[in-house]
């Protein structure tokens, strides 16, 4: 990668742009409440650390109103802003250590530790660029949109708004020619007038402001901008102050209404100074209109506090109210809830669909709380409700109960009746937390409980579910160092023939060789390793892995062996598991028929349409299909119509009952049956006994695995019991999977 250039480059008109820059005289002075508002609103809207208006002077960068920075000026030749003032558009910088221009920079390599920086040029009228505003993070951003180009632009035509008042308040304390000079081509109106308060200067900018030419407005009185209404009281303070009074409003900023030539009544923002010509007092206004400037400090307020869809106040309002609330100690019950069925509004009519929803869905919430509570998005379809002075639990489940019943009632949008659900987590202070943070991460606790609970109801925050979310997390920490250490290995299950007890297989079962904990089965890890990142690789490692010992036990004397391997939902989810499957038979030289993959009733239904196309089309190379567990959760009849199915596995829950129940005997006999009207081989889990092995076998099951014939073991044991030789095929290939 290139070295950084230390010098900045080349900026054209160099004398003439610091020149430009003294005008304001900025350079070692306190920056004015303005201009600090301007950035911490900037770090607000944009979630920097860091944010601040930068001036270049000749040798150096002066950060003249800042948050999130110590240091007050740098080294000019290793400013960002150098470089961004050389250009008329935005410099966005969204990885510092990756661009040549900057990777080596000292401000990267060492403290502040700049990863992303966006800074726009501030330019004067004249075109000269004399700082920038600029947005600083130690973290990199993977992009920086349109809107939020649209956003820092607006941001910097307010500075710069404030920045020519500043500029015109300094000319007029130099001297009055200087002051008429600049007034001439500022954008701003400038006003002058006598002891009598006749106007005796008005510039272009005034002519278009108000309407009234310099020859119209000359000599008029400066009640001429003002409404008819707010006429009188301007004169008298004027004919006091040239009678020797002290003036009022000379040397501060004013928000005034003022008056059109058609009439029109606008708000303005004035500046007035007195000077005295010839032994009397004479005044100058800087006049300018608001009217945008107000507009667009309440679109940005708005964007920085309210939610744009909603307008329901944003995560940080929210954070910052419940911080509040909780340093006063005063009882306080959190409400986080999601909607449920959200998703499928935006997939059947659109997301304009969708967010028309979500604004309803906004005023139904408001509707339930009080008028000292609150209630806020914080993105996508999750919402916060805070109770104030709420810290009973029976209170606030009938708070839930009535938002779950307000959601649930249906709403027409666009000719169509919506019905959505919510489910709703509860945490209350200071019982559940003594941080905003902390109640917050309990009510999520207890919101992700509800929907594990079957959805569209409340749960209230316990103990145990921060242990059982600390267990995840250190579960899913610890899988990282698993897959890089290759700590996983298989067990495998013997499948056999009832009707002679002949090895005809096996089931391929992930075990992790935790080095503290020792051999873990699947129940400890399974669910963590399938919602990480981790899922698909290492699936795919267990399908590699497993078809390859397969191959050693056919060649060891066991011609007709077949593997068992339980696909899981991230493999579907890739797009390609047809093609990976393909790939791993063809590099591990096993025949498709010796391969059966197991799916069970929750990745069939999550993944209905492309998991059917994936299996015909696998069925097609004459791999097996066995559906998993069949009978013990909602599958219907319809889906052996679908799927391109060789076997059902009827499930251990059934083989165990048969003994004691009719009913699962009932259940274990319509599964056979099934089988032979779909001519579909079936195979009993979990035999242990051989009361449970001679049913079977008498009802007419063809296989079976269980503690009967073996236990899940290493590869190794697994030859020695079946006489397969000591081969084994664990390979140390996860690691470059993952």
């Known amino acids: 990668m290139a070295s950084i250039v230390r010098s900045e480059p080349l900026i ?5 742009r610091i020149a430009a820059l003294a005008e304001y005289d900025l350079i070692d002075t306190e920056a004015a409440p303005a201009f600090s508002q301007i950035v911490s609103l900037a770090a607000r809207l944009f979630q920097v650390p860091t944010a601040f208006i930068s001036l270049l002077d000749r040798d150096r960068q002066v950060f003249h109103a800042k948050v999130g920075l110590d240091v007050c000026e740098t080294n000019r030749d290793v400013a960002f802003c150098s470089h961004a003032i050389a250009q008329f558009e935005a410099l966005i910088v969204l990885d510092a250590t990756i661009d040549a221009r900057f990777c080596n920079n000292p401000l990267v390599t060492g403290a502040p530790f700049i990863r992303f920086y966006a800074g726009i040029p501030l330019r004067t009228p004249s075109g000269h ?3 920038t505003l600029c947005l600083v993070d130690t973290k990199p951003k993977e992009y920086f949109s349109a809107i939020d180009l649209q956003t820092l632009d607006e941001l910097a035509k307010l500075a710069l708004d404030r920045l020519e008042l500043r500029r015109l308040e300094v000319a007029d304390r130099s ?39 310099a020859a119209e407005a000359a000599g008029q009185p400066v009640d001429l901008i003002v409404p008819e209404r707010l006429r009188g009281g301007h004169g008298c303070g004027l004919h006091r102050i040239a009678a020797g009074g002290k003036p009022r409003l000379v040397g501060t900023t004013v928000e005034l209404s003022a008056r059109h030539r058609d009439g029109t009544e606008f708000p303005i923002e004035l500046s007035l100074s007195m000077w005295k010509e010839g032994g009397t007092a004479a005044f100058g206004a800087i006049v300018r209109d608001i009217r945008k400037r107000r507009a667009d400090e309440e679109r940005l307020f708005r964007m920085a506090h309210l939610d744009p869809l909603t307008e329901l106040p944003n995560r940080k309002v929210l954070h910052r109210r419940l911080t509040e609330i909780m340093a006063v100690a005063s009882p306080v019950t959190v409400l986080m809830l999601d909607l449920d069925g959200f998703k499928e509004v935006n997939d059947s009519y659109g997301h304009a669909v969708g967010d028309a929803a979500l604004r309803a869905i906004a005023r139904r919430l408001l509707a339930c709380i009080g008028p ?37 009632e249906p709403f027409e949008q666009e000719g169509q009746v919506l019905r959505l659900g919510s489910s709703i987590g509860i945490a209350l202070a200071p019982a559940h937390g003594e941080g905003a943070d902390e109640l917050l991460s309990c009510a999520d606790l207890a919101l992700y409980q509800a929907k594990s609970d079957g959805k569209h109801c409340h749960r209230l925050f316990v103990p145990v579910l921060r242990q059982e979310a600390c267990r995840v997390r250190t579960c899913r920490d610890e ?21 002679d007890g002949v090895l005809v297989g096996a089931e391929a079962l992930i075990r992790w060789r935790h080095p503290k904990r020792g051999i873990l089965a699947p129940i400890a890890f399974l669910s963590v390793l399938d919602a990480s990142r981790y899922a698909a690789p290492v699936a795919d490692w267990v399908l590699k892995t497993a078809c390859a010992q397969a191959v050693r036990w056919r060649a060891a004397g066991a011609s007709d062996f077949r593997i068992g391997v339980n696909l899981c939902g991230a493999q579907v989810q890739r797009g390609d598991l047809a093609e990976t499957v393909a790939a791993i038979l063809r590099d591990t030289g096993l025949p498709a028929a010796a391969l059966e993959l197991e799916i069970t009733e929750t990745i069939a239904l999550h993944h209905d349409g492309e998991l059917v196309a994936a299996l015909h089309e696998l069925r097609g ?16 009849l319809s889906m052996l119509k679908r799927f391109p199915l060789t076997r059902l596995k009827i499930d251990r829950s059934f083989v165990t009952g048969m003994l004691a129940s009719d009913e699962d005997v009932t259940i274990v006999q319509a599964i056979l049956q099934l089988g032979c009207g779909f001519k579909l081989a079936v195979i009993a889990e979990g035999i242990e006994t051989e009361e449970e092995h001679a049913l079977l076998r008498n009802e007419g099951c063809q296989e079976g695995q269980g503690y009967l014939f073996g236990k899940p073991m290493p590869a190794d044991a697994f030859a020695t019991r079946f006489g397969l030789g000591l081969a084994s095929a664990e390979m140390k290939g996860l690691t470059a999977a993952g």
């Not at 897959?483 to 299950?493: H, I, N, S, W």
């Open 479 to 499: 899988l990282g160092r698993a897959v890089e250490r290759g700590e996983f290995m298989l067990f495998y299950q013997p499948q056999v023939r009832l009707s």
């Open 12 to 16: 054209a008109g160099e004398t003439a």
């Open 621 to 636: 190379y004459g791999v097996g299909i066995a559906f998993d567990d069949y009978g013990t959760g909602y599958a219907s």
């Open 129 to 131: 660029a004399i700082g």
């Open 372 to 408: 000292s509570d609150t209630a806020a998005r914080l993105g996508g379809d999750e919402f916060v409700l805070l109770l104030h002075d709420l810290g009973d639990p029976l209170r606030a489940a009938e708070v839930a109960e009535t938002v779950i019943a307000a959601i649930a």
């Open 175 to 213: 001297s009055q020619s200087r002051f008429r000079h600049i007034a001439a081509t500022s954008p701003d109106g400038i006003i002058c007038a006598d002891a009598q308060g006749f106007i005796t200067f008005w510039n272009g900018s005034a002519e278009a402001l108000f309407g009234h030419s």
